[in-house]
């Protein structure tokens, strides 16, 4: 099946980590993904990994992915006022498709 | 290098209209989908183009339909408009089985 499931909000201080977990349900996924969504623009790509890998990190932003819980997380570093935007995890369904999560708002205070 | 650019930015329509909207893709790439995303919720699959044909498709009415055309870019066309159908459309490009890129959208308002 498919059915993706995020926590709706997150607030952080700045300067700290931010962490937005995701939990997804189609084990055939070959990629999963981060998208962000900054008001009234589409997504942008923010990262993804391949299924068969633990870890990846770019920059500030490390994905970790738990393929037996079938658990995604993203971990921002340093959260900064930039970074306030909803998330969205995402599996890839076939190599067509991806199926989204309803997204995490991620505010950010100073 | 331009990315996936989608006109017009902004629609209004009423109930029983019908809508096209347009979808340039990132250069490079050949394959084109489409996504509806209503407030408050994550984008939802309309259906995918590749090679002028349209490849896997969501749970949508067939008052959705496409095309996609030699260049690549691709059209949405929406017929007989519900209030419901009020949403952000999003295309995505890519290379078959890699990241999809979107456009900012096209959002839809139907009164």
């Known amino acids: 099946g498919e059915d993706v499931e995020q926590s709706l909000f997150l607030s952080v201080r700045e300067g700290d980590s931010s962490v937005i977990n995701c939990t997804y349900t189609d084990s055939s996924s070959t990629y999963l993904y981060w998208y962000k969504q900054e008001p009234g623009a589409g997504l942008q790509l923010l990262t993804y990994?391949?299924?068969?890998?633990d870890m990846k990190q770019d920059q500030r932003l490390t994905v970790l992915l738990n393929k037996k819980d079938k658990h995604l997380s993203l971990r921002i570093a340093d959260t900064q006022t930039g970074d306030s935007a909803i998330y969205f995890c995402a599996e890839s369904i076939s190599d067509y498709k991806l199926s989204f999560g309803a997204g995490t708002t991620v505010t950010v205070r100073a | 290098d331009a990315g996936v650019t989608q006109s017009p930015t902004h629609l209004i329509k009423t109930r029983g209209q019908q809508v096209t909207l347009r979808c340039s893709p990132k250069s490079g790439h050949d394959t084109v989908s489409w996504y509806q995303q209503a407030l408050g919720q994550g984008p939802q699959f309309i259906f995918q183009y590749y090679e002028e044909e349209e490849r896997q498709r969501g749970n949508f009415p067939d008052r959705f339909s496409g095309h996609q055309f030699p260049n690549y870019s691709s059209e949405l066309n929406v017929n007989a408009l519900l209030l419901g159908d009020s949403a952000l459309y999003l295309c995505a490009s890519s290379l078959t089985g890699q990241p999809q890129h979107f456009g900012d959208g096209t959002r839809l308002s139907i009164l």
């Open positions: 990994i391949f299924s068969n890998m």
